[in-house]
């Protein structure tokens, strides 16, 4: 066990050895691996942001009900029955004209416009909760009751936002697309640079091998140093994102400021900042290992 | 204790490099195969190493049976050899220190323990002074040397030498085969493939003689 250990240990100081001998060339292989997983973990990033923006404003799905001008509380009092009775309606609340005037002059900026009116140009309106809040069951609620008598303008409210989540949904299956792409990259990127070393320590490896060294021993070094390279390529991928974000949010800040929004773009947290990087760990980590069972079974001492 | 029945080596092309050997070999013995280049005696030690792989034939060594052993077991066997090359295959990247303690951190030592193994089999081949230098530094006797005192490092069982002497003058020569001497009057089972029957004399071995791939004493 203390063995085991020790040569854990000894092979993590020789990868890093290994690591530091080429300065220029390991630099160049982790940014190439940082560069490329920068691109997907910030665009998860934004989108991320952009996902609790759209949780941010956008509440249940509702559907306002227009009654036109002319309906007479007595129509107001049909359509409530029709809506307590019906099956697809979780809950309605009916706001009348009057209310709703009110509410309006005390929206600031637009109340003294509004008492210059001589009449209230407001129609009562319900506000309905539907059962089924998917698109298709609100689509099909909004067309049935604007079929109904006095029914003037029926409204769904926060379609935007579903239009939103299906957006975010869309975007989310692109990053996911080109992670993969870039992660077997980055494999195939490891894979090389391992073969080279393999290549490089060709006669190290058969003396190791002619003197008594298992596989393993002689695979392990290899292993570390994938993984090392992928550590610091994610490190470097976190790096990038993070000063992005410093440099974007300013920008995103003062926008959003514009539009009287209070929105403040966020980093990776904790845990997808350390899944970022050990995932990064593991690429290389997987690169090393195909690599070194596909050379080293090729060295056999002669 | 080494035993070969039979043993058939053909390599690929069709060249016999040996032709039924069958030989028995006890511990602590000093063994010298001889014979003419090319009559197969590195042959012989490639396949007591499982560096080779016999066409036909039991190779057994310590009671295992060398030819039939799995890949994955074959470098604990080896761990029961020192190997000495005629061409030494050191690592020149590693220092002289570095290049023999590779045997203890493939069996697994201790740190200290290494440390004091490493120059005792330094001492033993009189490169004490020079275990911070790199092996391109040293002469062709020296480099020789570096070799065997990575091969004694283990303390292996068995000592397995390819012309050992074949590039050194006599001098050199006569030097490397007192090493073999004191390493065998210590227990370990020592065999020695030279073409220089004169040489390996000054040991006093059983001599095998190898012609054509056959055994004739």
């Not at chain 1, 904790?270 to 080293?296: K, N, P, Q």
């Not at chain 2, 690929?12 to 005696?41: F, M, N």
């Not at chain 2, 590779?102 to 069996?107: D, F």
């Amino acid at each position: 066990m203390k063995y085991w250990l020790s040569h854990h240990g000894q092979s993590l100081w020789l990868a890093l050895k290994r690591l530091l001998r080429n300065p220029f060339a390991s630099t160049l292989n982790i940014g190439v691996i940082g560069i490329a997983l920068s691109l997907p973990a910030g665009l998860y990033v934004l989108l991320d942001n952009l996902e609790s923006l759209s949780r941010q404003v956008s509440s249940e799905p509702q559907i306002s009900l227009f009654l036109s001008m002319q309906a007479t509380p007595a129509d107001v009092a049909q359509i409530q029955t029709r809506l307590k009775d019906h099956p697809g309606v979780r809950q309605f609340q009916f706001v009348p004209r009057d209310k709703a005037l009110r509410e309006l002059q005390k929206t600031a900026g637009i109340g003294d416009a509004v008492q210059s009116l001589t009449q209230n140009p407001l129609p009562d309106a319900f506000i309905i909760q539907a059962k089924n809040s998917s698109a298709q069951g609100l689509e099909a609620l909004r067309s049935e009751i604007s079929s109904w008598p006095n029914a003037a303008h029926v409204q769904l409210d926060s379609l935007w936002a579903q239009r939103l989540e299906a957006f975010l949904r869309l975007g989310k299956l692109v990053i996911l697309l080109l992670a993969i792409l870039l992660s077997i990259a980055l494999v195939a990127v490891t894979f090389n640079t391992i073969r080279l070393q393999i290549l490089t320590q060709r006669d190290e490896i058969e003396v190791a091998k002619l003197i008594g060294a298992t596989h393993r021993f002689i695979r392990r070094p290899f292993l570390y140093f994938g993984a090392l390279q992928g550590l610091a390529g994610g490190v470097i991928a976190w790096v990038i994102v993070a000063v992005s974000i410093e440099v974007l949010g300013k920008a995103i800040g003062d926008l959003t400021r514009l539009y009287t929004i209070s929105f403040q773009l966020s980093h990776l947290n904790m845990s997808d900042s350390g899944s970022l990087v050990l995932f990064s760990a593991w690429l290389g980590w997987l690169g090393a290992w195909l690599s070194v069972s596909r050379h080293l079974r090729q060295i056999e001492p002669r | 204790m080494i035993s070969l029945s039979q043993v058939s080596k053909r390599y690929p092309g069709g060249y016999d490099a040996l032709k039924s050997v069958s030989l028995t070999i006890d511990p602590g013995e000093i063994v010298a195969v001889t014979g003419h280049s090319g009559a197969g005696k590195s042959t012989l030690l490639k396949l007591i190493a499982a560096i080779e792989r016999p066409t036909r034939g039991s190779i057994i060594v310590n009671g295992q049976n060398v030819s039939k052993m799995r890949p994955s077991a074959i470098p604990y066997l080896r761990r029961n050899f020192g190997l000495v090359f005629q061409d030494h295959k050191l690592l020149f990247e590693r220092t002289v220190f570095e290049n023999v303690l590779l045997p203890l951190q493939i069996t697994g030592y201790a740190r200290q323990e290494s440390a004091k193994r490493v120059r005792a089999a330094l001492d033993k081949v009189g490169l004490l002074g020079k275990e911070k230098t790199y092996p391109i530094t040293l002469s062709g006797g020296e480099q020789q040397r570096l070799c065997i005192a990575r091969a004694i490092v283990n303390r292996p069982t068995i000592l397995l030498a390819d012309e050992p002497t074949g590039n050194l003058d006599a001098a050199y020569a006569s030097d490397i085969m007192g090493l073999f001497k004191s390493f065998n009057q210590v227990g370990a089972t020592v065999i020695i493939a030279s073409h220089d029957e004169f040489m390996v004399q000054l040991l006093n071995p059983r001599l095998l003689k190898l012609d054509h791939g056959e055994l004739v004493s």
